[in-house]
């Protein structure tokens, strides 16, 4: 059974940093494009950064770019979201997914998901 678990949101200030983690069992992490979603209250879900099944190198949307890495430990089956340098807008749930040999990870058909953890930031 596929299953995702995120961790590590919370309350940051403007300028701080987070690292999310996400938690993946019932499967071996390269088989699957990974990535890392936000939601924010009033807007449409997005694709902020993704692996693509059988790459290596990490997709990542203009307005997190420099600012968020993406990285994953095969071995623990664990993957990340550093992020650096949060702003205001970057308030929104943020979830993991994975789909199975999915070989353009920015698009939105992934079957699992996590449950999301809440990133604010504010003073």
């Known amino acids: 059974q596929v299953q995702l678990v995120e961790s590590g949101g919370g309350l940051v200030q403007p300028g701080g940093s987070l690292r999310l983690s996400c938690a993946a069992s019932?499967?071996?992490?390269?088989?699957?494009?990974i990535a890392w979603f936000r939601q924010a209250p009033g807007k449409e879900r997005e694709v902020i950064s993704c692996?693509?099944?059988?790459?290596?190198?990490?997709y990542y949307t203009e307005s997190v770019k420099g600012r968020f890495t993406f990285s994953r430990d095969d071995a623990k089956n664990m993957v990340y979201l550093q992020m650096a340098s949060l702003t205001p807008e970057d308030t929104a749930v943020y979830y993991c997914?994975?789909?199975?040999?999915?070989?353009?990870?920015?698009?939105?058909?992934?079957?699992?998901w996590g449950q999301g953890t809440q990133v604010t930031v504010s003073i």
């Open positions: 997914a994975a789909e199975w040999e999915l070989w353009e990870c920015k698009s939105d058909q992934y079957e699992h």
């Open positions: 019932g499967f071996a992490l390269d088989d699957y494009a």
């Open positions: 692996i693509s099944a059988g790459d290596n190198s990490a």
